[in-house]
């Protein structure tokens, strides 16, 4: 299997800090690896050695097939990185910060041009493109710096909590964008405290807590590993509640608990559920939801973690930076 990143036992202290504790991570190419982790768990910390802007203080990496520890020019031409925190020239307009890009990354004039506007009508920032980026709103700055790391068409790219701020609407958008990278054949590694962003984006997912991996799978692997599958049926006519609780226990030996949804069971697999249609048909029951479920990645996290995404005991300087 080809990898455009690997790293085994990366390490890093800031003063007292073990900001890192031995991380190990692959990501395969053409994929997105979702980062998942509580505030200060090293998440940004891991992202900023891979991309070289960081010196791992023991372990290797490589990212696009080049070691970022004796080849960080090599990995810099083929990695784009979009951070926590808008990295655009305020006094420049949209357009401006592109081209300037551009021509840093050794496009010519016309070039540079070129990708500036594709990329602003991509990222719906054309008729934006000559204001300064001072004039734009967060969700337009965003945009743009994630455009900005894209100017190289770099291989690998690196999304360090890209929606943070942005509303439910711009966040689609920001997936679908990813989902685009994707495609045309990029590998992206996201950070993020949105579970359901992991969950909608990543192929893989990594948790990291205390400077250290302590879970990765693909999501369904990992909520598989923290819990069962649940049966929810809510039949069209509350007053039909016994008789599915009824039919429930029969299909699965377990007594159902009532939630807003209506009626849920942990289930052993896929049977019960057609077992469960055959019996309420035969019933005549007719239902509003009948589903089997996972669990959410949220329950996977907190019993991973014991806490929040969002929650943090251990900020380091670096992450706080």
């Given at each position: 299997?080809?990898?455009?990143?690997?790293?085994?036992?990366?390490?890093?202290?800031?003063?007292?800090?073990?900001?890192?504790?031995?991380?190990?991570?692959?990501?395969?190419?053409?994929?997105?690896?979702?980062?998942?982790?509580?505030?200060?768990?090293?998440?940004?910390?891991?992202?900023?050695?891979?991309?070289?802007?960081?010196?791992?203080?023991?372990?290797?990496?490589?990212?696009?097939?080049?070691?970022?520890?004796?080849?960080?020019?090599?990995?810099?031409?083929?990695?784009?990185?979009?951070?926590?925190?808008?990295?655009?020239?305020?006094?420049?307009?949209?357009?401006?910060?592109?081209?300037?890009?551009?021509?840093?990354?050794?496009?010519?004039?016309?070039?540079?041009k070129?990708?500036?506007?594709?990329?602003?009508?991509?990222?719906?920032?054309?008729?934006?493109?000559?204001?300064?980026?001072?004039?734009?709103?967060?969700?337009?700055?965003?945009?743009?710096?994630?455009?900005?790391?894209?100017v190289?068409?770099?291989?690998?790219?690196?999304?360090?909590?890209?929606?943070?701020?942005?509303?439910?609407?711009?966040?689609?958008?920001?997936?679908?964008?990813v989902?685009?990278?994707?495609?045309?054949?990029?590998?992206?590694?996201?950070?993020?405290?949105?579970?359901?962003?992991?969950?909608?984006?990543?192929?893989?997912?990594?948790?990291?807590d205390?400077g250290?991996?302590?879970?990765?799978?693909?999501?369904?692997?990992?909520?598989?590993?923290?819990?069962?599958?649940?049966?929810?049926?809510?039949p069209?006519?509350?007053?039909?509640?016994?008789?599915?609780?009824?039919?429930l226990?029969?299909?699965?030996?377990?007594?159902?608990?009532?939630?807003?949804?209506?009626?849920?069971v942990?289930?052993?697999?896929?049977?019960?559920?057609?077992?469960?249609?055959?019996?309420?048909?035969?019933?005549?029951?007719?239902?509003?939801?009948?589903?089997?479920?996972?669990?959410?990645?949220?329950?996977?996290?907190?019993?991973?973690?014991?806490?929040?995404?969002?929650?943090?005991?251990?900020?380091?300087?670096?992450?706080?930076?």
């Open positions: 299997m080809e990898y455009a990143i690997e790293a085994e036992g990366l390490v890093k202290r800031f003063g007292d800090t073990l900001a890192l504790d031995g991380v190990d991570l692959t990501v395969r190419r053409g994929s997105v690896l979702g980062m998942l982790g509580p505030n200060g768990a090293g998440k940004t910390t891991t992202v900023r050695i891979l991309a070289t802007l960081l010196a791992a203080d023991a372990g290797t990496a490589r990212v696009a097939g080049h070691d970022v520890a004796s080849a960080p020019a090599e990995v810099r031409r083929m990695v784009g990185l979009t951070g926590q925190y808008a990295s655009v020239d305020e006094a420049l307009t949209g357009r401006q910060n592109l081209v300037m890009i551009g021509q840093l990354l050794d496009l010519g004039g016309r070039a540079a070129a990708r500036a506007a594709e990329l602003l009508a991509w990222f719906d920032l054309g008729d934006a493109a000559d204001r300064t980026a001072k004039t734009y709103s967060g969700g337009m700055r965003r945009r743009l710096d994630l455009a900005a790391s894209l190289g068409r770099p291989s690998v790219v690196f999304l360090d909590e890209p929606t943070t701020g942005l509303d439910p609407g711009k966040r689609e958008d920001m997936w679908a964008i989902r685009a990278l994707v495609s045309d054949g990029a590998t992206v590694l996201l950070t993020t405290q949105y579970l359901d962003e992991a969950d909608a984006l990543a192929d893989d997912i990594v948790v990291i205390h250290r991996v302590i879970a990765h799978d693909t999501p369904d692997g990992l909520k598989r590993v923290v819990g069962s599958q649940t049966l929810t049926v809510r069209a006519d509350p007053e039909q509640l016994p008789a599915v609780a009824e039919i226990r029969a299909v699965t030996g377990s007594t159902a608990a009532r939630d807003p949804r209506g009626l849920i942990p289930v052993a697999g896929d049977q019960a559920l057609t077992e469960t249609v055959g019996r309420l048909a035969t019933a005549g029951i007719a239902v509003t939801e009948l589903s089997l479920n996972l669990p959410s990645l949220d329950e996977v996290f907190f019993a991973l973690t014991g806490r929040g995404a969002d929650d943090s005991d251990h900020q380091n300087l670096q992450e706080a930076a």
